[in-house]
């Protein structure tokens, strides 16, 4: 970059000062209004040259209704009086746009402090104008519907939890109106029970940690009673540090209740079912007892276990919150402790991971492990006592679940292909693998054998 000696005469540096504003228009006028002055910016803004505005009245940048209202007149008496006049408002072009400008009027002083005319800075702040004109249109939509939204009650909430806002369906919901809740604890909305176990608090955290937090839980009005309140608590931010919490919740006690009581009926069902399969399961039982066939005896005695492992997962259905759903950890620990029970002479070892699954696919994943456990017994220790492990693990995509034994491996007839075999057993088992579309892998160890159905994760 060239460089250049810096002016000697102090006008000069005023005058450069002046001349390189181009993004502000400064001119000067006497203390009746007439342009002394006009730069650089003052061109480029207004549109006027300097021989075009020097000895005009500057009013002619003043919309007409403000010409008719003196406003030109009242600011330079008002820069005179106080020392300084600040303004905004529209201004008008050479070409007649017009454009929503801040200014500033101060007086110039001599020598001698004595007052001989005027100045004045103009900036174009139309775009800001533009700016400010959508976010506070923006805001006020915001506002009606929100004010618009009985049906939900959404409010706001400073870091400590204190209430900031309140709209119409917090009001026609909780029952206090706005001047009475807002500025108070919103820790009053919760029942006692829930704000000793810091509710709102955990709430918050979750919902800054996590950028949102559901929730469910009763809440109470202003009148004492409650209601089941299904919600969502959001972080507000402001630049990079937290402002607060929004708070959006709606009355869903008529759906929360008719929940509960299809979950009880679900529940009486699954009880009443789980009943009715132990009975059938009794029933085959005696018949295996008093079949004079040993043949006959066994594949009741098969049936009656096959009954028995439905009748278990309807059992640990009822007694759970949720009857939609099974924890296979716990339903196969205690599946293969009631086989084990049943076979005493054996031991079976399970290791799980903890994996919950539907109530469907439950029934079939423990009537697999069910055929393959009893297989075991039969096959794998046919004359003595003997261990059976099951074991389950999860991938990114899918269940691994085993079932090995010690014993005296496969027999030399068994066939791994699909449609080899005679064994209801095995046809079961496949059949089963088949339902929950999964793999089956056989592998003859010598001694023992191992079963591993690879089953996807998201069927």
Known sequence: ???????????????????????????????DGTVTTWSAGAKNLFGYSPHEMIGQNSAIIFSFDDQLAGVPLKERRV???????????????????????SGLMMPLRNDAGGVYGLMKVVRDR??????????????????LILQSATDYAIFTLDQGGQIISWNTGACRIFGFEEQDIVGRDARILFLPEDREENALESEMKTAFERGRAENERFHLRKDGTTFWGSGLTMPLRAHRDRAGYLKVLRDDTERHFADEHQQVMMREISHRVKNSLMLVAGMLAMQARLAQQPEVGRALSDAEARVGTIAQVHDQLWRQPHIETVDLADFLSSLCQRLQQSASQHD???????????????????????????????????????????????????????????????????????????????????????????????EDQRPGARFLIRLPRNP
């Not at 810096?6 to 504003?21: K, L, N, Q």
């Not at 775009?127 to 004109?133: A, G």
């Open 126 to 143: 139309t775009q800001t104008l533009q700016q400010d004109e959508t976010l506070r249109s923006s805001q006020e939509r915001l506002q």
């Open 79 to 101: 820069a005179l009086r106080q020392g300084r006049a600040d303004d905004n408002r529209w201004h008008v072009g050479k070409d007649g746009s017009m454009f929503w400008a």
């Open 348 to 442: 079976v070892s399970v290791d799980v991971e903890p994996w919950v699954v539907d109530a469907d696919r439950a029934i079939q994943i423990a009537l697999l492990v069910n055929e393959l456990v009893t297989n075991a017994f039969k096959h794998a220790y046919p004359d003595a006592s003997g261990r059976v492990t099951v074991r389950a693990r999860s991938t990114d995509d899918e269940i691994l679940l085993e079932v090995a034994d010690g014993g005296k491996g496969l027999p030399a007839e068994f066939s791994s292909f699909e449609n080899d075999g005679k064994s209801l057993g095995m046809r079961v088992v496949r059949g089963l693998v088949q339902q929950l579309k999964a793999e089956l892998e056989i």
């Open 1 to 31: 970059m060239d460089r250049y000696a810096f002016p000697r005469e102090d006008t000069d540096i005023y005058r450069h000062i002046v001349e390189s504003a181009l993004d502000y228009a400064i001119f000067t006028t006497d203390l």
